[in-house]
């Protein structure tokens, strides 16, 4: 199957189930092979005009794994994600390291200047996450605040089943 039509598909499934695109995050890793860093131009453009038509779609992009090796700040704005998922490793480092916690919220700023939202990933500890509000983020994901699952497994919280009955009251 190919892209295209892959897309075509995964939209078709949406809409059976009503789910609106605008509700939908499609992640696209910010990981470059030997091959796309020899191409760079060309990758980025690629790149660009795929978030450009996600973005056209109603879709919201999260760039992931920023911060790894191959990653570049000048490609944040060139490819304006709605969301960037710094990699694990920032935040463990950070924990270590005063120097890179302390540029965290450096780079948090940029993210936000960029009308992007900055997402710390791998989280395992409260300090880590103490880190991450310390530098104006507030979005966190790891297994510290929850182990993945699949949907079979979701259960609604009693939080946020309250919410839902108070909703439905109103």
Request: proline residues 3%; aromatic residues 8%; neutral net charge.
């Amino acid at each position: 199957m190919s892209v295209n039509q892959h897309g075509k598909v995964f939209e078709r499934i949406l809409h059976a189930h009503s789910v609106p695109t605008e509700r939908v995050i499609i992640q696209i890793r910010d990981y470059s092979t030997t091959e796309q860093i020899e191409n760079l131009i060309t990758y980025e453009k690629q790149l660009a005009s795929a978030i450009e038509n996600y973005h056209a779609l109603g879709y919201k992009v999260a760039i992931d794994y920023f911060g790894n090796q191959h990653s570049l700040v000048s490609r944040l704005w060139k490819l304006a994600p709605d969301y960037v998922k710094f990699d694990p490793s920032l935040i463990k480092n950070a924990e270590q390291e005063p120097r890179l916690k302390n540029s965290l919220k450096g780079l948090s700023n940029l993210i936000h200047e960029l009308n992007a939202q900055p997402i710390i990933t791998g989280v395992e500890t409260q300090a880590q996450i103490d880190i991450a509000l310390n530098n104006n983020i507030s979005l966190i994901q790891g297994n510290f605040l929850g182990q993945a699952g699949s949907v079979s497994q979701l259960q609604a919280s009693d939080l946020i089943q309250n919410r839902w009955a108070i909703a439905k009251l109103a």
